[in-house]
């Protein structure tokens, strides 16, 4: 259950940053979802395996590089997912960027998975 409520809270951050960045387009929730999954399984799958081979370039740029690396996966999927679209480069970057923040906040609302005391068990 508390995976897919993780889901719809990251397609929800998904709609508002994409409704917040006119460089964005979005079609609808479904696509949202899609988009969650997609460049989930790409954070997943593909993100290590880049941030190993741009080792020496992230060391180089104390860390930035993976803004780069950030704004590259999210240009992947909306080559990959009908329905959304990313004008450019700058767009995916600022688009990396929000949706951050706005993961954090959705989080934050989130009720506590430690409903439960200690001493209650």
Avoid: C
Avoid at 17 to 28: E, R, V
Avoid at 37 to 64: A, D, E, R, Y
């Amino acid at each position: 259950m508390r995976i897919i409520l993780h889901w719809f809270l990251r397609a929800l951050a998904i709609m508002i940053t994409a409704y917040l960045l006119p460089g964005i387009a979005l079609k609808s929730f479904f696509v949202a979802l899609v988009v969650a999954v997609v460049l989930g399984i790409f954070n997943t799958v593909l993100k290590p395996i880049l941030i190993v081979l741009t080792l020496p370039i992230t060391i180089l740029t104390l860390g930035l590089f993976t803004l780069v690396i950030n704004a590259g996966l999210i240009m992947l999927t909306a080559k990959v997912v009908d329905g959304f679209q990313v004008q450019n480069f700058w767009w995916a970057l600022l688009f990396s960027l929000i949706l951050s923040l706005v993961n954090a906040i959705l989080h934050a609302l989130e009720p506590s998975k430690n409903h439960h005391s200690a001493n209650e068990e």
